[in-house]
């Protein structure tokens, strides 16, 4: 076994004489340096009131502050819940979230990253009622508030990423656009019996695994959204921050080029393996638009031969220039008008 996939204690979930398929919900838990969150968040699990079992699976990526410690110490207060994994390297988002969906044995999937947190105790029974009852959806989301670092209230702030759409289709993807916060989320356990290779989660981006994961659950069906606010996302922008937003773009020029690569391979792959149109063309030309915005105010030759290299791959170059003033108003419109 891959050292890197260790798992640091094997705790049999919800009671050691259950069987796995009492499982009816297993929540999978992503932490990386969360020592300051990862008590409000497991708290929030852990207060859930069901009429089933239900268990949380911990994955942590190697964390270097205090995180591993509080984890222990729910494990062991907590053995018929929390099952742990302890990563002896660091994996990335991706590959730590997918190494715990496949060991999953829930009926239904939810997640909880370590610095967010629940604020309904009816959560995961609501959810998983709903699905139980329509089976015509793959999946349901809900409302959620927005919190800062200390935890605030900053109301319900639209994220121009996340939908709002009560009933949330493969058309409306495009590419990125996701039915709710990974918070949100209940969804079919579909890795128990995987249809394609599932292994795409981590190889398509090794930090960025919503958007993957989106794709592969709305080339089989829909979403619904509940109206009714459950959880808290915790928005933290700067540079030190613990969550993948600081992380992956306060700082990092080329997070747009990234984002293409990241996009074209979800698009090669939803074409040739799943033989579905995710939208992601239209993707492709807002990336494209804004490249080109960043080399106009900062030339530079290694900035000319990525919007070449993009171009030459482009199915269309022409509607990619011609994307560009609508971008840019676009831009303005998030920026200054929506809210």
Known sequence: ??????????????????????????????????EKYIRQALDSILMQRTN???????????SHDGTP????????????????????????????AYELTIRARGEYLAALDGDDFWTDPDKLQIQADFLDAHKEFIGCVHDY??????????????????SEKKIFALKDFKGVVLPGHSLTIMKRNIF?????????????????????????????????????????????????GSNLTSTLYLGDE?????????????????????????????????????????????????????IKEMLKNAKCPALYLLFVPYNILKKFYIKFIYK
């Open 192 to 240: 128990k019996e995987p249809q394609h290779d599932y292994t795409i989660v981590y190889k398509a981006h090794p930090m960025i695994c919503d958007r993957t994961g989106a794709l592969l659950y709305l080339a089989l069906g829909s979403f619904f959204r509940i109206e009714r606010s459950m959880g808290a996302y915790r928005r933290v922008r700067k540079k030190s």
């Open 145 to 162: 508030e927005t919190v800062d670092e200390e935890g605030r209230s900053q109301g319900k702030k639209r994220i121009s990423w996340i």
């Open 69 to 96: 410690e509080i984890l222990r110490e729910y494990a062991e207060k907590y053995p018929q819940i929390i099952r742990l994994f302890l990563r002896g390297k660091n994996l990335g988002a991706s590959r730590n």
């Open 52 to 62: 089933f079992s239900y268990e949380a699976l911990v994955g942590d990526d190697a």
């Open 1 to 34: 076994m891959d050292e890197s996939l260790t798992i640091c204690k094997k705790i049999p979930a919800n009671g050691a004489n259950r069987q796995n398929n009492d499982i009816k919900v297993s929540v999978t838990v992503l932490t990386y340096n969360h």
């Open 254 to 306: 080329d997070h747009l080029y990234n984002d293409y690569l990241y996009t074209d391979r979800l698009q090669n792959y939803a074409e040739s393996v799943l033989q579905v149109d995710g939208g992601f063309e239209i993707r492709k030309r807002e990336l494209f638009a804004g490249v080109l915005c960043r080399f106009f105010l900062r030339p530079s030759r290694e900035k000319f031969k990525i």
